[in-house]
């Protein structure tokens, strides 16, 4: 079973602080994804990559940036947290066409 | 610009009852369509899916429906269970498959005893 693991459930940072939100998956899959869930917005993407190294902007990638140096670890950076940036992050991973396997999330609370 | 949207924030159902989950889209590049299920404090897992080729798609209990010419899609769960509360997502690919979701607000389904 494929196993997604968000490294924490719950972060709280100060505006302007660095923030490394870290995802593994266990399956070697290729894709990687990024998604902020919020209220009345449903999942938006954030970042996604197709193979090591290769990032793409998804529809949100403003304030964001992303790292993939091993293919079954994907980071989300927030390079200065704001409290904008308050949201449950969702990472996840699939193999070729087939459907995304999700994380728990990490909920993100910038003060 | 919301490409995928589902208009009922929530739904209740007796228990037994079919439930009837419907999305709209607005993007006819949009060529396949999922339909995720999230429970409190865990990630979306996957229900169904339907390809633009088709109308109808079924599992089990659960039954997708695409109407290409009204760009809409529905989600047929029945019998209604009460496993089956939870926050349901519709969403939508462009490139035949699984990849750069477009997700809608989702909604929340509540089944009743």
């Known amino acids: 079973d494929v196993k997604v693991t968000q490294s924490s459930r719950y972060l709280v940072k100060r505006t302007g602080e660095k923030v490394f939100l870290e995802c593994v998956q266990d399956?070697?899959?290729?894709?990687m994804f990024w998604y902020r869930q919020d209220p009345g917005l449903g999942l938006r993407l954030i970042y996604f990559?197709?193979?090591?190294?290769?990032?793409e902007k998804g529809d949100i990638p403003e304030g964001y940036s992303v790292s993939r140096e091993k293919k079954e670890r994907f980071s989300l950076i927030l390079e200065s947290a704001s409290t904008n940036q308050t949201s449950m992050y969702l990472c996840?991973?699939?193999?070729?066409?087939?459907?995304?396997?999700f994380g728990n999330g990490t909920r993100l609370t910038v003060t | 610009d919301q490409q995928v949207k589902q208009n009922s924030p929530s739904l209740s159902v007796q228990e037994g009852r079919i439930s009837i989950l419907n999305c709209d889209y607005t993007?006819?590049?949009?060529?396949?369509f999922l339909w995720y299920k999230k429970y409190p404090a865990e990630g979306p897992t996957f229900l169904i899916s339907?390809?633009?080729?088709?109308d109808k798609n079924e599992d089990g209990r659960f039954t997708v429906f695409l109407n290409k010419s009204a760009k809409h899609l529905s989600l047929h769960i029945v019998p209604s269970q009460p496993g089956d509360s939870a926050v349901y997502f519709c969403?939508?690919?462009?490139?035949?498959?699984?990849?750069?979701?477009?997700f809608g607000q989702g909604t929340r389904l509540t089944i009743n005893p």
């Open positions: 996840a991973s699939s193999q070729s066409n087939s459907p995304l396997h």
């Open positions: 399956m070697d899959h290729e894709n």
């Open positions: 990559s197709y193979d090591v190294k290769m990032k």
């Open positions: 993007n006819s590049m949009f060529d396949y």
């Open positions: 339907i390809s633009s080729i088709k």
């Open positions: 969403a939508a690919s462009s490139r035949g498959g699984a990849q750069k979701l477009v």
